[in-house]
């Protein structure tokens, strides 16, 4: 199993990026799928998930509201929708498929990672 992230680039605050988390093979299909980031010198933390169904998607509160996720099951394709961003948003995006149906916020819980993509929002 292979994802594939891209999207990444640079933004300005208050600006918007889409990122893409294509995967290699139907595995994701049953599976919940996450978004993850790790900037420099910081633990990876989890900004959002969908389950799937699609019914559930978790994100935390520091991006709630400026960050959608959605997926394309005929594509096997995971979308992250950012807005507003923060120059705090900077740091490599990581997408992962979950061992579960669900989409939880800890990292240990996937098992198939992208390479990452990087994020850089200038202020």
């Known amino acids: 199993v292979q994802l594939q992230a891209s999207g990444g680039g640079t933004a300005p605050a208050g600006g918007s990026l889409v990122l893409s988390c294509a995967a290699s093979k139907r595995t994701s299909s049953n599976n919940g799928v996450g978004w993850f980031r790790q900037a420099p010198g910081k633990e990876r933390e989890f900004v959002a998930g969908?389950?799937?169904?699609?019914?559930?998607?978790p994100y935390p509160d520091s991006v709630k509201g400026r960050f959608t996720i959605s997926r394309d099951r005929a594509k096997n394709t995971v979308f992250l929708q950012m807005s507003g961003l923060k120059p705090e948003d900077t740091a490599v995006y990581y997408c992962?498929?979950?061992?579960?149906?669900?989409?939880?916020?800890?990292?240990?819980?996937?098992?198939?990672w992208g390479q990452g993509t990087l994020v850089t929002v200038s202020s």
């Open positions: 992962a498929v979950s061992r579960t149906s669900y989409a939880p916020t800890g990292y240990p819980q996937y098992n198939y």
């Open positions: 969908i389950s799937w169904s699609g019914e559930s998607t």
